[in-house]
């Protein structure tokens, strides 16, 4: 079982550069996410996605791009990277949740990206 | 604007004791907590969560205590091993089950042999 596969799992760009992270499930989840990890700040959500075709931001959207023509995949895009943007790179999926049902969000490894 | 906080970075516990954990909330919409265990390089892994309807969830060592009125949740493992050393981070969400997280700093638990 593969579960949630994040590649690279480690890049440096310099400033101004794009890249694209990649992310895949193979649990035929539904809704899959982008968080960021910043030291002391926990993890921040980027932005989400509840199904093919549907993408919307969460929390700290800005200078990200995402889209999602499969089911299975979940890439995330840096336009002009900033040094702002180093930080440790998370993708999570899971079943469509209802209220109160147990549908916990499973991680890949992450990517660790630093801009020069 | 942290909406949810834990405000131990770190804890230490003697291996065989109890470990608690503990992390408070200031958004009374959320209606749904997690929390989650993560190693280095590796990714966040689901440990247990709590529903607000209710005030306690068990799961083998590990129980979640939720205190609605005080906007506080712990969790509590019992004995505390070894392998329980990791950073711990408390997770709570609003109307969607366990999407759209909103996450508390993490506290690193070191159990001492």
């Known amino acids: 079982n593969a579960g949630v596969t994040q590649t690279p799992k480690f890049q440096v760009l310099k400033t101004g550069q794009s890249m694209t992270l990649q992310c895949a499930q193979d649990?035929?989840?539904?809704?899959m996410s982008w968080y960021r990890q910043d030291p002391g700040m926990g993890l921040r959500l980027i932005h989400y996605?509840?199904?093919?075709?549907?993408?919307d931001q969460g929390e700290v959207p800005n200078g990200y791009n995402v889209s999602r023509s499969t089911t299975e995949d979940f890439p995330l895009r840096l336009l002009s990277a900033a040094p702002s943007q180093t930080s440790v790179y998370f993708c999570?999926?899971?079943?469509?949740?209802?209220?109160?049902?147990?549908?916990?969000?499973?991680f890949g490894d992450g990517t660790r990206l630093s801009i020069l | 604007d942290q909406q949810v906080k834990q405000n131990s970075p770190s804890l230490s516990v003697q291996e065989g004791r109890i470990s608690i954990l503990n992390c408070d909330y200031t958004?009374?919409?959320?209606?749904?907590f997690l929390w989650y265990k993560k190693y280095p390089a590796e990714g966040p892994t689901f440990l247990i969560s709590?529903?607000?309807?209710?005030d306690k969830n068990e799961d083998g060592r590990f129980t979640v205590f939720l205190n609605k009125s005080a906007k506080h949740l712990s969790l509590h493992i019992v004995p505390s091993q070894p392998g329980d050393s990791a950073v711990y981070f408390c997770?709570?969400?609003?109307?969607?089950?366990?999407?759209?997280?909103?996450f508390g700093q993490g506290t690193r638990l070191t159990i001492n042999p």
């Open positions: 999570a999926s899971s079943l469509a949740g209802v209220p109160y049902s147990n549908q916990p969000q499973h």
């Open positions: 649990m035929n989840h539904e809704y």
């Open positions: 996605s509840v199904g093919a075709g549907i993408t």
């Open positions: 958004n009374s919409m959320f209606d749904y």
């Open positions: 709590i529903s607000s309807i209710k």
């Open positions: 997770a709570a969400s609003r109307g969607q089950g366990a999407q759209k997280l909103v």
